[in-house]
């Protein structure tokens, strides 16, 4: 466990800490937001070669160990779309919510039902 | 043509969701016509592709024509396909249900639903790691904006409350692929369960907890089950029967496939009490929760969780005949639950509350029947599937000496009989409310008939067919080990 390791850790519990304690569902959202990123980092730290190159094969390639494996930041791209589609969803459910209810807030909506 | 077939049963009802969301603008009733002949369409697919793997084997198919170690594979098994046709039939059933649903916005449910359906069979058909994660959160994305696609209160609180617990799920097991991804250097499902046995047990233990996990509560097992009452109530009674039939079945699907080929069978050590734990505790709890219940569709809800502790049970005997009956239930359970949501949907015009039922048998005799036989299925009495089901769950439990976990199974019928029962006593009442002999019954399309007709025959037909079935459910839970 590196350094690294430990500011995405810290990253990931604390957007769990606000997931569990917030009470506004915006704020939730940003938590699930939070953790995403932690887990993203996570996975691009994984393929980080210090002073790697490209994957691209030259006839003349030396060092093969310095090729940065391209599998992880594709993930990460898609991850990342995948994170703003669920953003967006949850948002605008929030918004509709909004509409009916006039809050955001899931003390005040419990005591609407 | 036939050489690509399992990635065009995934192509076809994405494509047809985006063509629904064009169609809308020229005619609401093509985009309906198209959306029933998508699903005809998708099932003869599944079928078509079922008669290849019959004949060939195992199929593995490379998109794009990559090398399976860099690129993306698609691998339809027995088991596989069998999911694929349990979702294209109740797609199927489902679409030719609503296909006149007076929805609000119902051209955004066809597309939703397309779109659901194909990120339901990915989740079956591929055998990449990451890919699999993509199409869960396509399915859950799509099932999410269904709940709420009526756009009510009730919807929109319940599709909350799913985002919420499918982000969580959703986040495991992206951490646990990334973890199996760090240390094998792969993607490929096959390629990585080879590898597995040879990790640290301590990443062995974690991924297999992250996996458990997001799919206990991708599949509500007890106690992750906090979001499933609440959904399936709150949701229109075609998109609860497509949670329930369908959705639910992936999680099934993907319990069974990645625990089972990760962890091979003889190795099981912890995992195999945990899974007859987790069954047992879900099937005692969620029939519990159905007890307390007024509404039907939140007995129907509650009902659901314990099914799912049914086929879980079956996975934690971990021998293929306690594996091909937790398959057997699955297969059963679509069908009856599906009846059960439609036929309970065409019933409560007056509204859901078994109160509200009193003496409602004699007015909508079709809906009626329907939900009675499909009821009494997944109660578990002969002649109807589930009793077979259930029958080869507790037989093959009590083969390998597991006493106590075949007595829930009769236990969870005793406590069946005790909930239906209040519902029946309303239906059958002899005394009618005067508000509801008021009422004009909805009527009832002859094809939503034909529907439910299906749905009813889909109960018993499973107790008859058994042997054929058995031997084909086999076959697929022998892809497991």
């Known amino acids: 466990m590196t350094f690294a390791h430990l500011i995405m850790l810290g990253l990931f519990l604390l957007g769990f800490w606000c997931v569990l304690t917030e009470t506004d569902l ?14 993203l980092l996570l996975l691009v730290k994984m393929a980080y070669v210090p002073g790697g190159r490209p994957p691209i094969l030259f006839p003349a390639a030396p060092d093969a160990a310095k090729i940065v494996d391209p599998i992880p930041q594709a993930l990460t791209l898609t991850a990342i779309v995948i994170g703003a589609a669920t953003t967006a969803l949850m948002l605008s459910l929030i918004v509709q919510l909004h509409r009916h209810y006039g809050t955001t807030d899931l003390d005040e909506l419990r005591e609407i039902r | 043509m036939i050489d690509h077939l399992p990635i065009l049963v995934i192509v076809v009802p994405l494509m047809y969701g985006f063509c629904a969301a064009i169609l809308k603008y020229f005619s609401v009733r093509a985009a309906r016509v198209g959306f029933v002949s998508a699903s005809s369409v998708q099932l003869a697919l599944v079928a078509a592709l079922a008669r290849q793997v019959a004949l060939q084997g195992t199929v593995e198919y490379r998109l794009a024509a990559w090398h399976p170690e860099v690129g993306i594979v698609l691998v ?44 339901m069979t990915g989740i079956v058909l591929t055998g990449d790691l990451f890919n699999l994660y993509v199409f869960i959160e396509m399915t859950s994305l799509s099932s999410v904006a269904l709940v709420a696609v009526n756009r009510d209160e009730k919807g929109i609180r319940a599709a ?34 080879g590898q597995f046995a040879g990790f640290a047990p301590n990443l062995q233990a974690v991924v297999i907890a992250l996996f458990a996990v997001a799919l206990g509560i991708k599949t509500a097992v007890i106690p992750f089950h906090g979001w499933l009452p609440d ?69 129907l809800a509650c009902s659901s969780i314990a099914h799912t502790g049914y086929m879980v049970m079956g996975f934690g005997v971990g021998t293929a005949a306690g594996v091909t009956a937790g398959l057997f239930h699955a297969l059963n359970h679509m069908v009856m639950k599906s009846g059960a949501f439609l036929s309970a949907e065409a019933m409560s015009t007056k509204g859901q509350d078994i109160q509200q039922w009193q003496g409602l048998q004699k007015r909508v005799s079709t809906a009626g029947v329907v939900f009675v036989v499909s009821t009494l299925a997944l109660v578990g009495i002969p002649p109807f599937g589930a009793f077979m089901s259930k029958w080869q769950l507790a037989t093959a439990a009590i083969q390998e000496g597991l006493w106590h976990a075949a007595l829930f199974v009769p236990l969870g019928t005793a406590m069946a009989v005790l909930y239906y029962g209040r519902v029946y006593r309303s239906l059958f009442s002899l005394r009618c409310e005067e508000s509801t002999a008021d009422t004009d019954m909805q009527h009832l399309t002859t094809v939503r008939k034909l529907v439910l007709a299906a749905a009813a025959v889909g109960c018993v037909a499973p107790f008859l067919l058994h042997g054929g079935l058995l031997s084909v459910l086999r076959a697929a839970a022998l892809n497991l080990f």
């Open chain 2, 231 to 299: 959904v399936y109530t709150g949701s229109p009674s075609a998109v609860s029967a497509l949670l329930s039939g369908a959705v639910n079945k992936t999680g099934i699907y993907m319990l069974a496939r990645l625990l089972f080929t990760l962890t091979s069978p003889g190795s099981h050590g912890v995992l195999q009490p945990a899974l007859l734990a987790a069954g047992a505790v879900t099937i005692l709890g969620g029939h519990t929760l159905a007890l307390g219940q007024t509404n039907v569709k939140s007995i």
């Open chain 2, 76 to 119: 339809v098994d027995v088991l596989a396909v069998l999911f694929a046709a349990i979702i294209a039939f109740c797609v199927l059933l489902v679409a030719v249900y609503s296909a006149d649903y007076p929805a609000a916005d119902s051209t955004s449910y066809f597309t939703l639903a397309s779109i659901l359906t194909a990120g």
């Open chain 2, 160 to 193: 909350l409350r799913y985002i919420v617990f499918s982000i969580v799920a959703g986040l495991l097991f992206l951490l646990a692929v990334m973890l199996l991804y760090g240390a094998s250097g792969s993607l490929n499902m096959r390629i990585v369960a």
């Open chain 1, 26 to 39: 915006i704020k939730i959202v940003v938590g699930f937001n939070i953790m995403e990123a932690s887990l």
